[in-house]
């Protein structure tokens, strides 16, 4: 059982605290409430920059000097940016928890970017996205898939932005980002560790509690029309050997379909006595690698069927296989034993999942921000246990319909071999 402790300081920001003292560090993670989907559609890429610019300094700590004062206190630090928030941690001893939060409830206090790191990050980035994504194999699948999936909503375009967009952007843009999305209203700082809750909160309080609430209103309307028709395509791409993407729109992290699916996804690929492994890559040794996945967000979630095809095989050969695995499922659900595998699965996961300090923090701002209950991170496992087959037919049948989908056939280009 995960203890937790919770408070909203006066500004707004909502502090979550848990204490672990088996080990003497201390992770701080404070997040925005603000993913590539809250982007303007000509300005997207904001939201991943500034991943970048938060770390460039601020008003009491010189350009390039954060990692180097936390590194020589024995701490480091990282962010990542999803679809729905963004997420800056950094970890310190338990000793240097006071360090920690004063270096990072700076950069947060006041725009901390100037024109000369904003030029310097925005060349980062784009070589990131050359590497990551535009010269990488399978680099335009979340680009391509996002597209289609989701015409009308900021969850249309890639995290990582357009990189003429990101060539464009001014200290006005950057600044009027930050008035709005870093304000302490939309904030959530976690601490776990080894910590003092009473001393934990009075060092919130002073370096976090004086940071100015702006009060702006954000926007978070969200609409997409259904997808009632299946999309395929074929893209050629910088790859050697084939591969088969079916994606299918599902509903958002947190209901009770999610959860059925992501039993069901669990339940496909979990091992290699599982249908998929079975049925593509050890019988009939057409696939390399082939796997279901769930990717949840706070409005709408994706379930996934990937196949990566081995040498001297095309798409029509996985194309039967993978739709009748999906079928079955519709038509006569999960056998008793891949439903128990799958929820002893997902414990293992979720135990995994809160065994360092890091994960734990990470979790428990998740269930804060989207859920307002920290006290999913001891229940949420409960929620697969509920569905019979069915419950699961039912979401099956409702979600993963050839007609409610998109598949993206990856082929090797000019210099390949493969047809699909």
């Known amino acids: 059982?995960?203890?937790?402790?919770?408070?909203?300081?006066?500004?707004?920001?909502?502090?979550?605290?848990?204490?672990?003292?088996?080990?003497?560090?201390?992770?701080?993670?404070?997040?925005?409430?603000?993913?590539?989907?809250?982007?303007?559609?000509?300005?997207?890429?904001?939201?991943?920059?500034?991943?970048?610019?938060?770390?460039?300094?601020?008003?009491?700590?010189?350009?390039?000097?954060?990692?180097?004062?936390?590194?020589?206190?024995?701490?480091?630090?990282?962010?990542?940016?999803?679809?729905?928030y963004t997420s800056y941690y950094l970890s310190?001893?338990?000793?240097?928890?006071?360090?920690?939060?004063?270096?990072?409830s700076d950069r947060f206090e006041s725009f901390p970017v100037n024109k000369e790191s904003l030029e310097i990050q925005k060349k980062v980035v784009i070589e990131e996205k050359m590497q990551v994504h535009d010269n990488a194999p399978f680099g335009s699948l979340e680009q391509e898939s996002n597209k289609r999936l989701f015409p009308k909503s900021g969850?249309?375009?890639?995290?990582?932005?357009?990189?003429?967009?990101?060539?464009?952007?001014?200290?006005?843009?950057?600044?009027?980002?930050?008035?709005?999305?870093?304000?302490?209203?939309?904030?959530?700082v976690t601490i776990a560790g080894d910590i003092d809750?009473?001393?934990?909160?009075?060092?919130?309080e002073k370096y976090y509690g004086g940071i100015e609430n702006k009060n702006i209103e954000i926007d978070r309307k969200f609409e997409e029309d259904e997808?009632?028709?299946?999309?395929?395509?074929?893209?050629?791409?910088?790859?050697?050997?084939?591969?088969r993407f079916v994606f299918y729109r599902i509903p958002e992290a947190g209901t009770e379909d999610y959860y059925t699916l992501k039993l069901i996804s669990t339940a496909l690929?979990?091992?290699?006595?599982?249908?998929?492994f079975q049925q593509l890559v050890s019988k009939n040794r057409l696939s390399s690698e082939a796997y279901t996945y769930v990717n949840g967000?706070?409005?709408?979630?994706?379930?996934?069927f990937n196949c990566f095809l081995n040498d001297g095989k095309v798409i029509k050969d996985v194309s039967g296989i993978m739709d009748e695995i999906l079928d079955d499922v519709i038509e006569n659900g999960l056998k008793d034993e891949e439903i128990t595998k799958s929820i002893n699965?997902?414990?293992?996961?979720?135990?995994?999942?809160?065994?360092?300090?890091?994960?734990?923090?990470d979790s428990l701002t998740y269930y804060k921000m989207f859920f307002d209950d920290c006290s999913m991170i001891n229940t949420e496992t409960e929620k697969f246990k509920i569905f019979d087959n069915k419950r699961i037919k039912e979401a099956a049948g409702k979600y993963l319909n050839k007609n409610k989908r998109v598949i993206l056939n990856y082929i090797p280009g000019k210099n390949g071999g493969a047809n699909a």
């Open 297 to 304: 967000m706070e409005n709408s979630s994706i379930f996934c």
């Open 155 to 188: 969850y249309g375009w890639q995290i990582i932005g357009d990189d003429k967009h990101i060539r464009k952007f001014t200290i006005n843009d950057v600044q009027n980002f930050f008035d709005k999305y870093y304000s302490p209203s939309n904030a959530f």
């Open 227 to 243: 997808i009632n028709e299946s999309t395929e395509e074929t893209i050629k791409d910088n790859i050697t050997l084939p591969a």
């Open 197 to 204: 809750y009473n001393e934990t909160l009075n060092l919130a």
């Open 92 to 104: 310190v001893p338990s000793s240097r928890l006071e360090l920690g939060m004063w270096l990072d």
């Open 1 to 84: 059982m995960v203890e937790f402790k919770e408070h909203i300081l006066k500004n707004g920001i909502r502090l979550v605290m848990s204490r672990r003292p088996s080990i003497p560090s201390v992770i701080i993670n404070t997040s925005f409430h603000v993913g590539s989907k809250n982007e303007e559609p000509e300005k997207t890429g904001l939201t991943h920059l500034f991943e970048h610019l938060m770390f460039t300094g601020s008003r009491n700590i010189s350009q390039g000097m954060f990692d180097e004062i936390l590194n020589a206190n024995g701490g480091e630090s990282n962010a990542f940016t999803t679809q729905d």
């Open 269 to 276: 690929s979990s091992g290699e006595s599982s249908r998929i």
């Open 345 to 361: 699965k997902v414990e293992t996961s979720y135990y995994f999942r809160i065994q360092t300090s890091l994960r734990l923090a």
